[in-house]
């Protein structure tokens, strides 16, 4: 069965266009509001968002959809994603959702749901919610005698920053580092830099003065040049860039170089296998992490199991195989020992760790491996399937053979757009540019 609202991530589009109104959100609210009342308790929904303007019409609308079900509504103000996870189990809550795009520019919105386990709903789920969605709506609605409350929750933020300072050891200090954390004006704003200063760093912050629209806008970790200035100004030992809902991390180093997720799940992964504590002998990327990375968990005997693009994949295949280290390389990374989806102030806090302890800088601790040459173009087509064309897959096939054993070849059409994603690695940086431009061509 398609579907009509949920994507892979939740629910996004542009703000005030459909599926991103009023109307849809409040009928989200009534809809998996009715899904997860059951049995005789008060049934109780904790809401986050980020900082976009819109966050306030669509919040009310779902407050107004959970509580016409009867529902609790529990609202927390702008908090990070995997904050709202958190606080859906701590709060015991039967539904948890987050209001955000993540890293898309202000005038987008979206809308993610967790279960009472703070993991995101299932695909049946989610299907089940579009078909209430389109039903008799007023055949949802609870007697006047039951309608739901809402009230804000104070301690949201205090509750998250304990949660996040809990995931070090007792001992662990940062006192004399020096630490530039760049908030994207979005989710963390407030969360982050005050859980750094509660345990000892110096911190200098940035991207930490929302205004509705400047979410993610040159800032954060799709666009870490603001922080690598600051970073190498202030002379800071570490930059943290986090996105707009904080689910995702990229570091940058001493130098003012960026760290990537890749990079980040190798030095996790290294030092959780020396403290005994790394679970299923590896960890689990998707199909876009650097062959550098396989080579170098190779070398330490641990595997690297790749899955389809999407954080909710890597999640899956966790879950299903017992691994508690994953992510992207974009820089979602999950540490499932904590969290039941990315969060990059937990991810961050583990690097810093790891640093603070070894003595050594950055740069030093933080560049696990030399990345492989990669190359990444997109190509647009008007229509049809042109991944079917017999000239196409000739020129796939030949790329394969080309790189043979030394590269891979990873051709996968944009989920979102009329787009076909080309990348290939290898030991060869002009085999690889060749590879992808004869492919590209091809698709033209």
């Known amino acids: 069965m398609s579907r009509k609202y949920f994507g892979t991530d939740g629910i996004r589009a542009q703000a005030n266009s459909f599926p991103m109104t009023s109307d849809v959100a409040m009928r989200v ?10 049995g005789n308790h008060r049934h109780r929904v904790v809401i986050g968002k980020d900082t976009r303007l819109s966050g306030y019409m669509l919040e009310s609308a779902m407050v107004a959809g959970f509580t016409s079900v009867g529902m609790d509504v529990f609202q927390l103000g702008p908090m990070p994603t995997p904050a709202v996870a ?43 919610i579009e078909k209430l969605m389109d039903g008799d709506i007023n055949g949802l609605l609870s007697a006047s005698s039951k309608l739901g409350r809402a009230k804000r929750i104070d301690s949201a933020q205090e509750r998250y920053i304990e949660f996040a300072k809990r995931t070090l050891p007792r001992n662990q200090s940062f006192d004399g580092m020096r630490v ?41 970790s799709t666009h870490t040049a603001l922080l690598s200035q600051k970073v190498k100004e202030m ?49 689990v990327a998707t199909v876009m992490s650097n062959l550098g990375l396989e080579r170098y968990l190779n070398g330490l005997n641990l595997t690297l199991e790749r899955t389809l693009v999407g954080d909710r994949y890597v999640v899956e295949h966790m879950r299903k195989h017992g691994f508690n280290v994953g992510g ?47 190359l990444l173009k997109n190509v647009r ?30 051709i996968r059409p944009s989920g979102t757009e009329p787009v076909i994603r080309v990348m290939a690695e290898g030991d060869d940086q002009q085999l690889v540019n060749a590879v992808v431009g004869d492919i590209c061509e091809a698709l033209r």
């Open 29 to 38: 609210g009534m809809a998996a509001g009715k899904i997860f009342t059951t």
């Open 86 to 128: 958190m606080l859906t189990r701590s709060l015991r809550a039967d539904l948890g959702v987050m209001i955000s795009a993540s890293h898309n520019v202000y005038s987008d919105n979206g809308i993610k749901l967790f279960g009472p386990d703070g993991f995101k709903l299932s695909d049946e789920t989610e299907l089940e």
């Open 328 to 374: 992207e390389q974009s820089g979602h990374i999950v540490l499932s020992d904590f969290t039941t989806t990315g969060d990059g102030l937990v991810s961050a806090l583990q690097v810093m760790s790891v640093v603070a302890k070894s003595g050594k800088t950055v740069s030093e601790v933080c560049n696990k491996f030399e990345p492989v040459p990669q």
């Open 235 to 283: 002379r800071a030992d570490i930059g943290i860039a986090l996105d707009g809902d904080a689910d995702r991390m990229l570091i940058v180093d001493e130098e003012g170089r960026e760290i990537d997720g890749d990079q980040i799940m190798a030095v996790i992964a290294e030092s959780w296998l020396e403290k005994e504590r790394l679970t299923a002998g590896g960890v």
């Open 381 to 410: 087509f008007k229509s049809g399937e042109p991944l079917k064309k017999k000239h196409v897959i000739e020129a796939i096939n030949d790329g394969e053979q080309r790189l043979g054993k030394s590269g891979r070849l990873v």
């Open 180 to 220: 530039v954390v760049d908030c994207a004006n979005g989710a963390a704003y407030k969360v982050a830099p005050e859980a750094l200063w509660e345990l000892g760093a110096e911190v200098i912050k940035i991207g930490v003065e929302p205004d509705g629209f400047n979410i993610n806008k040159d800032c954060g």
